[in-house]
């Protein structure tokens, strides 16, 4: 099965890698990315997240050959708690994929295909005990609905909600699919696409874990270092475009005369995302809906 790095050159190219550098790749998946950076580097180091089991094992295998590599089994959450354990201190550059890899979405027996029939899962960490089974069981309308319509951005959230508490227990992703289906048979995508996105995002704390994580990337980063962002979807996407604008404006209360502007801690590579090549998007569909972000460290900030 081919594994496609998604915006591959652009997100690398943005780096602009250090032959000696620290880099972090915050989402391993299928290595594509790491090896890209290993590539380039000569000194430097490479450190490589990812809680997903499975991708930890492909890209080690994938990068045995690079002796600047260490992989990394944590949720990029804890990044600075690891690399600080490990000694690291600072780093000038890191890359997020933020998309799911293919392996997760190809291996039906992880739940996170409506396209194929499994129990109802979406977990990334494959330790982490709340599976989507759960959520969708257990929780109260309120929630059903709240999920399915901020995190789904979902027209049909209440009554997909109400249909779910009706039919309990739902064990299967086809079990959901029949209800999607009831409510979105007219739909030009998928009936459950929006509703599967809620869910994994619930399961995996998603938005939770980037917000979390953004300040603390930028804490690390050296002057001059690169953060460098793919998103998949909106919610995702604006996150990151308000991390980035908050921190490249410069906020001074009205009628305060100065004389000199502080530097904001980083500035905009690209004011607009980056968005696949029409090469890329003919070779691989699921990029189709990526977006590139980039922001560099102030060299006066910290």
Known sequence: MKHYSVL????????????????????????????????SLKGGHLYGFDQDQYALKTAQERLKGFKNFT??????????????????????????????SSFQIDDAS????????AKLD??????????????????????????????????????????????RPLNTTFDLVKITDMYKYKSKSHSAKQVFQALRIAVNDELGVLERTLPKLLSMLNPNGVMSIITFHSLEDRI?????????????????PMLKLPTPPLRLLTKKPILPSEQELAENSRSNSAKLRVAIKNEVAE
């Open 8 to 39: 591959l050159k652009e997100s690398i190219d943005a780096l602009n890698l250090k032959e000696n550098g620290i880099y972090v790749d915050a989402t391993l998946g299928g290595g594509g990315h790491s090896e890209a950076i290993l590539l």
């Open 71 to 100: 992989a990394i089994a944590s949720n990029f959450e804890f990044i600075k708690e690891e690399l600080q354990a490990l000694g690291i201190e600072k780093m000038d550059g890191v890359v997020m994929d933020l998309g799911m």
């Open 110 to 117: 992880r739940g996170f295909s409506y396209m194929q029939d």
């Open 122 to 167: 979406m977990r990334m960490n494959q330790n982490q005990t709340k599976t989507a089974y759960d959520i969708v069981n257990n929780a109260s309308f309120e929630e059903l609905v709240y999920m399915f319509e901020v995190y789904g951005e979902e027209d049909f959230a209440r009554p997909i909600a109400r249909k779910i508490i009706e039919s």
């Open 240 to 256: 990151v475009k308000h991390f980035f604008k908050t921190n490249s404006e410069v906020h001074v209360p009205k009628g305060i």
